[in-house]
């Protein structure tokens, strides 16, 4: 928890300094309250008072009510302003936190556990923040300076207001020693509710095609079910806590007062209206004893599930970036457009076995390279090495003869045209997901964006969208065809003009004819650009000016589709698979 308070800047620790001074203030204004209610109580009882000394008291009540007022508003005003700009604060540090972190590190936690973290668990230390300022400072401040007021009226009250204090202290122990582990059940459950629910929204046609409406309501009533279950156990343990404080708060201002009354009963006369009054005054106080506990109450109740959810945004806030900038922003001159693996091989960080073993091979400026091998052979693994989205385990990945780890993440990405294998859509229009990013050379113009989709394929089916290139695009690209969404990528792509392009299997969602064109308009636009190619289709590399064959992780040949039919029997194998021997003749 405590670490998360390094957010606030050194205005929010001047507003708290300010709040502090305000709750004194408020304290003071409530504490010295009961004293003009003594006086007052000794003027009635007393004869011959003036009702001008009475009023007096009772004005001076009013204005410390009155302060009190005006410090309470202040103090609720400063800390929601505190803990609204704490959320902003730790919300965007997540954030970027995110953003920054590598592919596998982000894998670590899930998707919806995330957004919970993002939200809820933000949310959860806000509300400490927005009521521990007034209740946490103001709590110990009265309880501490109304013990002091009363010590020294009777022993015997003292005792019994100890006793009552004893009491509250244990029962909130208590349900601190059983809630606490709760909560931490309980943010694990909305991870997994948001999970399921997420699933469940994402695929939503797969449910229905399936008739799984019933499993996947079983599968969220399950979890949902439980999450309501350990929210009642929590919020039934932390009910006990009001009957116990009022029960104890009634019991002690009936104690007090038959005790007084003894007390009271068995004085000289002369002191019998000094212990009515000290009655009065004690008997406010020790109230002023027991809320200050109550309003601790309240705080602990909160604490334990603010201290879970603070606990689980430092495990992200804390997670190592493994992918770490370099400082250069520039290649070697000449070697523009290169990319070169030298004896590369990967694994993942959890994994002991690797997945690419001693890849080496070099593409130079202007050629196209592709990538062919079963399921699982490393492929999209491999082109991922080069955005650095990996890290390799040894060996070297080079763009413009330099190390991708020297380069800075953003000049890196800037020349590089990336076309993941599931098309990805953002909430926004057909040219503001084609110019989407920073491309490093200022902002792509309307001419490039209809030049991307005219080259991409595009234009057949924008053109006849409500509002072309300014038609809406939903999150996901749900509202367009996975071949619409595979071209816009495409075209993204190519509105950058990078040195390098990527297209991890980007052509899998286009039929054939489209996907000829495509190529065809691709190799004019992208003559001077280097490309890499993962394909699942024989047709869509074979003109490539190197193909590299990988099988299990290894590179199993390397050459021209024609060199690699006749030296290269897993090449071969998966081009028998896909064209007939009359065809692969009229290849050779």
């Not at 294998?421 to 997901?433: H, I, P, R």
Request: aromatic share 10%.
């Amino acid at each position: 928890m405590l670490k998360l308070f390094k957010n606030f800047s050194k205005r929010d620790w001047i507003l708290i300094l300010i709040c502090f001074i305000l709750v004194f203030s408020q304290v003071w204004l409530e504490l010295k309250m009961p004293d003009y209610m003594s006086e007052i109580t000794v003027l009635v009882q007393t004869k011959g008072s003036e009702m001008n000394d009475i009023l007096k008291n009772g004005g001076y009540m009013l204005l410390c009510a009155f302060g009190s007022l005006v410090s309470a508003i202040f103090v609720g005003y400063f800390a929601s302003r505190l803990s609204a700009n704490f959320s902003l604060k730790t919300r965007k540090k997540l954030f970027n936190k995110v953003e920054n972190l590598a592919m596998f590190e982000v894998k670590q936690f899930s998707t919806s556990s995330l957004i919970t973290r993002t939200t809820n668990d933000i949310t959860q230390v806000e509300m400490l923040i927005g009521m521990g300022l007034q209740l946490l400072i103001k709590s110990p401040i009265t309880a501490i300076w109304a013990v002091t007021k009363i010590l020294n009226k009777s022993l015997t009250w003292s005792m019994i207001t100890a006793i009552a204090v004893a009491i509250l202290l244990f029962v909130i122990g208590c349900l601190i020693i059983i809630v606490m582990p709760k909560f931490k059940i309980v943010q694990k459950l909305i991870d997994r509710l948001n999970g399921v629910t997420r699933e469940n929204i994402t695929g939503i046609r797969v449910v229905r095609a399936f008739n799984a409406e019933k499993y996947q309501e079983e599968k969220f009533n399950d979890v949902n079910t439980k999450l309501t279950k350990q929210q009642l156990f929590n919020q039934k343990t932390f009910a006990i806590m009001s009957p116990v404080m009022y029960l104890v708060m009634y019991f002690l201002t009936l104690a007090i007062y038959f005790t007084g009354a003894f007390l009271i009963k068995d004085a000289l006369m002369a002191d019998k209206l000094t212990l009515f009054g000290d009655m009065v005054v004690f008997s406010s106080y020790s109230m002023q004893v027991i809320m200050s506990f109550l309003m601790l109450a309240m705080i602990f109740m909160m604490i334990p599930r603010a201290s879970v959810s603070a606990k689980r945004i430092n495990e992200v806030l804390d997670t190592d970036i493994s992918i770490i900038d370099g400082n250069k922003t520039d290649g070697i001159k000449g070697l523009e457009g290169t990319v070169e693996f030298r004896d590369v091989s990967f694994k993942y960080p959890d994994a002991d076995e690797y997945l690419l073993k001693d890849i080496s091979f070099k593409a130079n400026k202007g050629d196209v390279v592709a990538f062919i091998g079963s399921t699982g052979s490393g492929k999209s693994t491999l082109i991922n090495l080069v955005p650095r989205f990996y890290d390799v385990t040894d060996g070297e990945v080079l763009v413009d003869g330099i190390n991708v780890k020297e380069y800075k993440q953003d000049a890196l990405h800037n020349k590089l045209g990336y076309v993941p294998q599931k098309a990805v859509m953002f909430n926004g229009t057909v040219s503001s997901n084609v110019s989407y990013g920073d491309n490093g050379k200022g902002e792509i113009t309307k001419e490039n964006i209809k030049k991307a989709i005219e080259v991409a394929q595009g234009e057949e089916f924008v053109l006849k969208l409500d509002n072309k290139y300014n038609s809406h695009i939903a999150s996901g690209g749900t509202n367009v065809s996975g071949g619409q969404k595979q071209r816009l990528a495409i075209a993204r792509a190519i509105a950058r003009d990078p040195e390098i392009y990527i297209f991890d299997d980007s052509f899998s969602a286009l039929d054939y004819k489209t996907d000829f064109n495509l190529r065809k308009e691709l190799k004019k636009y992208t003559k001077d650009a280097t490309t890499l190619i993962v394909a699942q289709r024989i047709g869509t590399i074979m003109n490539a000016d190197k193909i590299i064959v990988l099988d299990n992780g290894e590179c199993v040949g390397i050459g021209t589709h024609r060199e690699l039919l006749k030296k290269c029997d897993v090449y071969k194998q998966i081009a028998l698979s896909q064209l007939s021997e009359e065809e692969l003749k009229n290849e050779k």
